[in-house]
């Protein structure tokens, strides 16, 4: 009879926040597939588990995977787990756990501590289904496919993000879908936790510590001052306006707040704003000059 194959979920951060039933399985399987063996004796140790680890990573997937497969056909129990939250999100496991159903293998979940939840549960964002996006990528044009996917979702949006990209992918996300409020939370349960939800206006005005693990939570749909103009207005359309009763001077507000914060450079906020408003660079800039000239004119 074939074992079963036990998809663990480990502390993200505090090694208290584990269950009584992880530990039990942990102590009992033939053998867990850790993406990190070092990381993962730490929580062995902690609660004196002494079950032999293998290493089970995103560059030996594939391989150790048709080993485990047939020592759970032979009737071993193997537990799976990665550094850090649960196997197969965003973190090697999801191979094996399709090959094992394929199989015909019994595969049991033991829920645990989730980055995702923790943040959602911590931020405000209020409703009952959310977007999970994973990491963004770097390469250019997928990454550009996963900030359309995000612009387009219709809750609220949560993904990972490396130390080192923080920033830079804070500014895309302000480029893309405006100064929404976002929640990042940083070394999540850890010693050093922190928790900011405000306008990435806000958060991009101040210090980004670049260290540790980030989650980010989107709030979409509800914007703040750089956002209130419709986003699919045409330029005959801010023509129109213009000359009936001056609201399109909004697009020249919003201008004026971006550069004037030090946020976005002149050209930045242009392109911001073209793809916010559906217009060409070149009818951003005719639009602001005319009402750069506009206000000019009034003063003098």
Not at 136 to 145: A, E, G, H, L, V
Not at 281 to 286: I, N
């Amino acid at each position: 009879m074939p074992g079963t194959l036990f998809v663990v979920a480990t502390p993200i951060g505090n090694l208290e926040d584990i269950s009584a039933r992880a530990i039990r399985v942990l102590g009992r399987v033939g053998i867990i597939a850790a993406e990190d063996t070092r990381r993962t004796a730490q929580l062995l140790t902690r609660y004196g588990i002494t079950t032999p680890t293998t290493s089970f990573h995103k560059h030996n997937e594939g391989l150790k995977a048709q080993r485990l497969l047939e020592r759970l056909k032979a009737g071993e129990d193997v537990a799976v787990v990665t550094d850090a939250g649960t196997p197969g999100l965003a973190d090697p496991g999801g191979t094996l756990v399709a090959q094992a159903l394929a199989a015909s293998i019994r595969v049991e979940p033991i829920p645990g501590p989730s980055a995702v939840v923790a943040l959602l549960s911590a931020c405000g964002f209020s409703g009952s289904a959310f977007t999970f996006l994973g990491f963004p990528p770097t390469r250019s044009k997928d990454r550009q496919i996963w900030f359309d996917e995000l612009r387009s979702a219709k809750h609220p949006v949560v993904f990972f993000e490396a130390p080192h990209r923080i920033v830079a992918t804070l500014k895309e996300l302000f480029q893309t879908v405006g100064d929404v409020r976002v929640a990042v939370g940083r070394e999540l349960t850890k010693v050093h936790e922190e928790l900011v939800v405000k306008p990435i206006s806000r958060l991009l005005s101040g210090p980004i510590r670049e260290q540790g693990e980030f989650t980010v939570g989107v709030l979409l749909g509800q914007k703040t001052e750089y956002d209130h103009v419709p986003e699919a207005m045409n330029l005959e359309a801010v023509r129109t306006n213009h000359q009936s009763d001056g609201n399109t001077g909004a697009i020249f507000d919003e201008f004026c707040r971006m550069t004037e914060s030090g946020l976005l450079s002149r050209r930045e906020a242009i392109s911001v704003l073209a793809r916010r408003h559906g217009l060409s660079q070149r009818e951003v800039y005719a639009v602001v000059e005319k009402d750069k000239a506009s206000k000019v004119k009034s003063v003098t």
